[in-house]
């Protein structure tokens, strides 16, 4: 695999930003663990359990800590919008243990971002945001010195394009609608590719630098269900060398 020195530039760089974030960021609050839960939740509650639930997502980050956990306690299949809000220290957002323990089945979709409102901008600066639910949607989401990893969620939804500066996106079993812009990003995906529409997987013309990590990504369809044999039309902004070798990509699969 043809590995870009760009890329290990760029995770030292990102890993520098969020490390001086986090080590110079405000008051600390108390909680390891908020529980959040929208549909029967109340901010009034502490969030220290299960049966305690905050029920907005400002709420649940004002209350935990840098490199806390959000979890969520789904009392039914939810569909939660996160908008309006700047992420700015460590966390991590899942299933509660709970939600295992006990073998729920019920889903959880977050987007970030809805798109149509501008108001809805979602922007994470400076610190790492893990995600593992059933989906996630990228609607009007900036990232920026930041790390977003959405791969321990089931899929993962471009919805409209998303803004990416010097951070790394890590997504898997990715729905394209919309192309990533920006310059000085890591976008790594694995897993399904499907592009219901006409949108590119991942969209350099606005940027400077730009690298696309490929591993294990087992099918590229389209929305009729054919499957792409050459992705090479997908990938705008894709740089060469004189011998033809990809400057911007990182992949284990023949373009």
Sequence with gaps: MYRSSFFTWMVEKVQ????????TSGTEVALDVVY?????????????????????FEKALSLIKPGGFVAIYPSENIDIA???????????IGFADEYYMEQKTETVNITLGTPGIGTNNVWIN??????????????????????LDTSM???TETATSVNVTNSILKVKNLICNGAILGHNFYYIVSGTVNFPGA???????FGNIGTLGISGVTSWTLSDGSTLTDISSRINGLKRDTSGKPLNL???IEL
């Design 82 to 92: 996160i908008n309006g809000v700047t992420i700015e220290k460590n966390i991590n």
């Design 250 to 252: 990182v992949c284990d």
């Design 199 to 205: 949108a590119y997987l991942v969209d350099l013309r």
């Design 126 to 147: 400076g610190c790492k945001v893990e995600i593992g639910v059933s989906k996630v949607t990228c609607g009007l989401l900036n990232l920026y010195n930041a790390v």
């Design 36 to 56: 959040w839960e929208p549909i029967i939740g109340d901010d009034s509650n502490d969030g220290k359990t299960k049966d305690a639930p905050v029920k907005t």
């Design 153 to 155: 969620s089931e899929s």
């Design 16 to 23: 520098e930003e969020i490390s001086t974030s986090s080590s």
